[in-house]
């Protein structure tokens, strides 16, 4: 499996001097299978717009481009580069876009991720894309997607339906989790407030406890991670608890409790600059030689190769 970060933000680009090291583009991610020719791209942030260009240079010349995108979710920065993703627009090409959605019956995949190609936003309409694109909906389970891939599905913590991603490959495991947060207690914990139950205060404990350990199971043992790590656990806790983003502090952590060989901290906070990014990788990321995971900040342009 070879890995390449096209956009790793999270929220809305940033682009700018101030970013050039670690990169603007939102959420997208190239998974390659080079013995069995093979693409698989998860999320279609703005990032997929050069890997849409990418791919028009040098997997066109070797035949039509047939390929699978999976969305994490449907928020606008992991779709908004969808309409600008050049292969859409030939009628040799076969996409299959796969991903969650909340309300199957009001919102369909197509509905929400064509809704952007609307006169009202954009000069070409969903339908009078040339490619042949199927759309499949998606929930947690196992899947064969045949010539020796599995993949696994698991449920994250954010305010829609999200999904996080285990693909398995000849003995390595490549998982995605963004945008996620921990499962706290969402009953009240404080004893002198008026709504106060004890039973629930406590029954609210053990749910978030179990959760946050199936979790866990999702990762355990990785071969790599993409985490999502936007906030410190100081800004996390100011303000920041149930926005479905974790703390730095927490991920790295995670990666020690699920024995993980490298972790790639991801869906940058769009307002931390280079400068800022740098100094964070003193404190929160490790070259792995001790022992324990491999932690670094993902950029633009970074390949892994498992």
Not at 37 to 60: C, F, K, P, V
Not at 261 to 285: G, I, N, S, V
Request: hydrophobic share 35%.
């Amino acid at each position: 499996m070879r890995i390449k970060f096209w956009g790793v933000r999270g929220s809305i680009p940033c682009p700018g001097p101030q970013t050039v090291k670690y990169g603007g583009n939102t959420a997208c991610i190239e998974l390659r299978f080079d013995d069995i020719d093979r693409l698989i791209i998860i999320d279609a942030g703005s990032g997929i717009r050069e890997l849409g260009n990418y791919m028009m240079a040098n997997d066109l010349p070797k035949g039509s481009i047939e390929t699978d995108l999976y969305l994490s979710h449907t928020h606008w920065d992991h779709i908004m580069g969808f309409p600008f993703f050049v292969p859409l627009y030939l009628p040799t090409t076969k996409i299959r876009v796969h991903g969650p959605v909340t309300h199957e019956v009001d919102d369909t995949l197509e509905t929400i991720v064509g809704g952007q190609m609307t006169y009202r936003y954009f000069p070409v309409r969903h339908v009078e894309l040339a490619a042949n694109i199927a759309y499949d909906h998606l929930k947690e389970d196992r899947f064969d997607l045949g010539d020796g891939i599995t993949l696994t599905t698991k449920y994250l913590n954010h305010p829609i339906l999200c999904l996080g991603y285990r693909f398995e490959y000849k003995g390595k495991v490549f998982c995605t989790s963004y945008d996620t947060e921990p499962y706290t207690n969402i009953f009240c914990t404080d004893p002198s407030d008026p709504s106060y139950d004890e039973g629930m205060d406590v029954e609210g404990e053990v749910v978030a406890k179990e959760q946050n350990q199936v979790m866990e199971q999702f990762l355990e043992g990785a071969d790599f991670v993409v985490y999502d790590a936007q906030y410190t656990q100081a800004e996390y806790e100011d303000s920041k608890v149930g926005w479905g983003h974790s703390s730095m502090e927490y991920v790295v952590e995670t990666a020690k409790r699920c024995r993980i060989k490298k972790m790639a901290l991801f869906h940058h906070e769009p307002l931390r600059t280079d400068k800022q990014m740098d100094d964070l990788a003193k404190d929160y990321c490790c070259s792995g030689e001790d022992g324990g995971p491999e932690i670094f900040f993902a950029r633009e342009g970074m390949e892994i190769i498992l």
